[in-house]
């Protein structure tokens, strides 16, 4: 399959282990070209620290993540993902974005430039759905969701920009 750079995003889903934006346990990515998912995958992330907060949330430990890579042992492969793509897709993507930004800075790694594109934003502009959450439109489109899985949240979300595509919503 020939990549189209123009017909490019990926999706992007963090967890973090507490309050700290830099603290992300685990993420995951959904690149889609030409109208569909590409590749899909996700990855845990060893925190700066051992504290865990959001256990309950996300179902993961200290104990889950400590021999994984680092964020900045892991930027290489996650920048792979990144650099051909024409934007960036998250579920509150203020959230991600300030992950992601984090951790950059943490380790002191250049943030990529892209474009955000907010899925929750999106879904309130393409349909009338009472609520934006991502488990309640997941449910109205018909997309499968393990909620607070990375990889399953950022298939997710890319699934809503390809139904969001398929409607005729393009990026401006």
């Known amino acids: 399959m020939v990549i189209d750079p123009n017909d490019t995003f990926v999706a992007i889903d963090f967890e973090t282990a507490n309050v700290r934006h830099d603290s992300a346990c685990a993420v995951g990515l959904a690149a889609c070209s030409g109208g569909h998912v590409v590749q899909s995958r996700s990855y845990l992330i060893r925190p700066p620290g051992r504290r865990f907060t959001f256990t309950r949330v996300h179902g993961l430990s200290w104990e889950d993540v400590r ?12 920048q792979g993902w990144l650099g051909p793509a024409r934007f960036v897709a998250a579920h509150n993507a203020k959230f ?7 951790c950059c800075a943490r380790y002191r790694l ?14 309130h502009r393409q349909w009338p759905f009472a609520s934006a959450r991502l488990p309640d439109v997941c449910r109205r ?8 899985d990375a990889g399953s949240d950022a298939l997710a979300c890319a699934r809503i920009v390809l139904a969001a595509e398929a409607e005729r919503w393009r990026l401006r």
């Open 110 to 123: 250049r943030p990529p430039r892209r474009r955000f594109v907010c899925t929750v934003e999106l879904a």
């Open 67 to 78: 021999d994984a890579p680092t964020f900045g042992e892991l930027w290489p492969i996650s």
């Open 141 to 148: 489109l018909g997309i499968p969701l393990r909620h607070h």
């Open 96 to 102: 991600d974005r300030r992950v992601l930004n984090a």
